[in-house]
C-alpha cells in the first residue's frame, strides 16, 4: 500500500483520470477542477492551461484568466508547444474519444484528430508525437495508443516495445535529438523508452521514487520535473545525473515544462522556474 503521501504524489503527477485509479487523497488541483499543463505562448510567456467554472481557462503567473475557444466538451490531460503550434491532448468528454486540438495562439482552439470506435484517451504529447490507451469503463489503461502528426495531419501509428506498461498512462513526451522519450509512472516510480520513429521503443534506466510529469531537451539534455513519490516534494533532474530540489515551496506539484522552465502549482498559482538549473 502507498502511503498518503506518496499517493499524493502519484496522484499529481498522473493525468486526471490516471490518477482517478490510485488510492483517494487530498485534492490536489488546488482551486481547478483539474489542469492539461503549462506550456510556452508564441510569445514565450509561461500559461497554465486550466479547468474553472465550466470552461477552460488560460492562467498566467500574474493570475491574469483568458477564456479560450473551441474546447467545450474537452477533457483535456496535457498540452505543449513547438514555438508556434500548441498541442493539447485528451478525450471528448462522456463516453471517451482520444482527441487532439490544436492552436496558434492558446486561446482559439480547433479539432485536428479524433479516434473512432473506441474508449480512449490521449494523456501525453511531445513535439508531434501523442500517446494515449484504450481505456476500460473506470478508465484504467488497457492498451497503448499514439499519434504523430506528418505533413497530412494527425495519424495513429503502431507501437511496439511498450506492451509491458500498457496497464499505466502516459504522464510526459518530449522530443529528442534523435527520436522522443517518453515516461509512464507505476507505484515505484517512473519508467522511460526512447524511440527513433514513435513507433518502435526501448526501454531506458528507469527514475525510482519520482513522479514525472514532465520532460524536456535543453543544451542536449533531457530534464525532468516531478515530485518524490515518499513526500511529495518537489524535484527536478537531468537523465544519467543527479536529481535536485528546485527553488519552489515544499507543497509545490510539478505540471510539467513551458520551454526550458518547469511550472508548478502552489496555493492555487502558477510559478514557474529554470528547469535546466
Do not use: C, Y
Not at 471517451?96 to 484528430?113: H, L, Q, Y
Not at 513551458?258 to 522556474?273: D, E, N
Amino acid at each position: 500500500m502507498l502511503g498518503a503521501a506518496a499517493t499524493a504524489a502519484l496522484t499529481s503527477a498522473l493525468p486526471t483520470h490516471a490518477a482517478g485509479a490510485a488510492p483517494a487523497s487530498a485534492d490536489t488541483s488546488d482551486i481547478f477542477g483539474k489542469n492539461a499543463g503549462v506550456f510556452l505562448a508564441p510569445g514565450g510567456t509561461p500559461l497554465l492551461l486550466a479547468h474553472q467554472d465550466g470552461q477552460w481557462v488560460l492562467i498566467a503567473e500574474d493570475g491574469s484568466v483568458r477564456i479560450t475557444e473551441g474546447l467545450a466538451g474537452a477533457d483535456l490531460v496535457d498540452v505543449t508547444g513547438n514555438g508556434t503550434t500548441l498541442t493539447a491532448v485528451g478525450a471528448l468528454n462522456g463516453d471517451p474519444i482520444a482527441t487532439i486540438w490544436e492552436s496558434t495562439d492558446g486561446v482559439t482552439w480547433r479539432e485536428a484528430r479524433r479516434l473512432h470506435g473506441v474508449r480512449s484517451e490521449f494523456t501525453a504529447v511531445g513535439d508531434g508525437l501523442a500517446l494515449g490507451s484504450v481505456v476500460k469503463h473506470e478508465r484504467a489503461p488497457v492498451v497503448r495508443i499514439a499519434a504523430r502528426r506528418t505533413g497530412s495531419g494527425w495519424n495513429t501509428v503502431p507501437v511496439r516495445g511498450l506492451e509491458w506498461t500498457d496497464g499505466l498512462s502516459a504522464t510526459a513526451v518530449a522530443a529528442t535529438g534523435d527520436g522522443w522519450i517518453a515516461a509512464a509512472v507505476d507505484i515505484s516510480g517512473t519508467v522511460l523508452h526512447t524511440s527513433r520513429d514513435g513507433v518502435t521503443w526501448t526501454v531506458r534506466p528507469r527514475l525510482d521514487g519520482v513522479a514525472v510529469r514532465g520532460l524536456t531537451l535543453v543544451d542536449g539534455r533531457v530534464h525532468w520535473v516531478g515530485n518524490e513519490m515518499v513526500d511529495a516534494t518537489p524535484l527536478t533532474g537531468v537523465l544519467d545525473a543527479d536529481r535536485t530540489r528546485p527553488a519552489v515551496p515544499q507543497d509545490a506539484k510539478a505540471l510539467g515544462v513551458a520551454g526550458t522552465r518547469s511550472g508548478w502549482l502552489t496555493g492555487g498559482r502558477l510559478i514557474t522556474v529554470e528547469a535546466a538549473r
